[in-house]
Antibody, heavy 120, light 106 residues
Framework: EVQLVESGGALVQPGGSLRLSCAASGFTFSSYGMAWVRQAPGKGPDFLSFIGYGGSPTYYADSVKGRFTVSRDNANISVFLHMDSLRVEDTAIYYC?????????????WGQGTLVTVSS | IQLTQSPSSLSASVGDRVTITCRASQDISSSLAWYQQKPGKAPKLLIYAASTLQSGVPSRFSGSGSGTDFTLTISSLQPEDFAVYYCQQLNTPPLFTFGPGTTVDV
């Protein structure tokens, strides 16, 4: 079964840092790009970042460019999102998703999400 | 690329035919996906490449369109279909934008 499990969400103060992890299983991780998406309370999903199967290319939404860094460890079948200079508006559930391309790009599946709360 | 969805919400009954529209601000060919999200759950892929049904998704769901105008249709609404539906464009990196969502409720 293809599965993604996020971890690392926490309560952090504004200006702080956090590193999210996403552990994959059930598929050949090194063959797929991966994405991070967040969803603020009561809002729709917001694409944040993409990383190619070999570690490049990487893409970022303007809202997190320069503050967030995506990386991956294919040997340990995990993808990470390092978040610096966190703001109150970064409060959200953070999801990782596999990016499939054969026949058309799509995000499938998604993990269950991890909650990041930025508050003093 | 901006995506708009209409309606933003709709009320329907079991057995109804439901149509949701997604419009892109520029041509995205067929690079559009539809997702369903239920409360407390991650979005679930329904349709990709505008009209390809994801494996395991009931055939009452269908998608159509290309260019800038796309449609998600539920042919006969079932109780488990009450949810929020999002479109997503995947034509133009780096931003794989989502639409604002359509809530389907009773």
């Amino acid at each position: 079964e293809v599965q993604l499990v996020e971890s690392g969400g926490a309560l952090v103060q504004p200006g702080g840092s956090l590193r999210l992890s996403c552990a994959a299983s059930g598929f050949t991780f090194s063959s797929y790009g991966m994405a991070w998406v967040r969803q603020a309370p009561g809002k729709g999903p917001d694409f944040l970042s993409f990383i190619g199967y070999g570690g490049s290319p990487t893409y970022y939404a303007d809202s997190v460019k320069g503050r967030f860094t995506v990386s991956r460890d294919n040997a340990n079948i995990s993808v990470f999102l390092h978040m610096d200079s966190l703001r109150v508006e970064d409060t959200a559930i953070y999801y990782c998703a596999r990016v499939r391309t054969a026949g058309g790009r799509r995000f499938d599946p998604w993990g269950q999400g991890t909650l990041v709360t930025v508050s003093s | 690329i901006q995506l708009t969805q209409s309606p933003s919400s709709l009320s329907a009954s079991v057995g109804d035919r439901v149509t949701i529209t997604c419009r892109a601000s520029q041509d995205i060919s067929s690079s559009l996906a539809w997702y369903q999200q239920k409360p407390g759950k991650a979005p679930k892929l329904l349709i990709y490449a505008a009209s390809t049904l994801q494996s395991g998704v009931p055939s009452r769901f269908s998608g159509s369109g290309s260019g800038t105008d796309f449609t998600l249709t539920i042919s006969s609404l079932q109780p488990e279909d009450f949810a929020v539906y999002y479109c997503q464009q995947l034509n133009t990196p780096p931003l794989f934008t989502f639409g604002p969502g359509t809530t389907v409720d009773v």
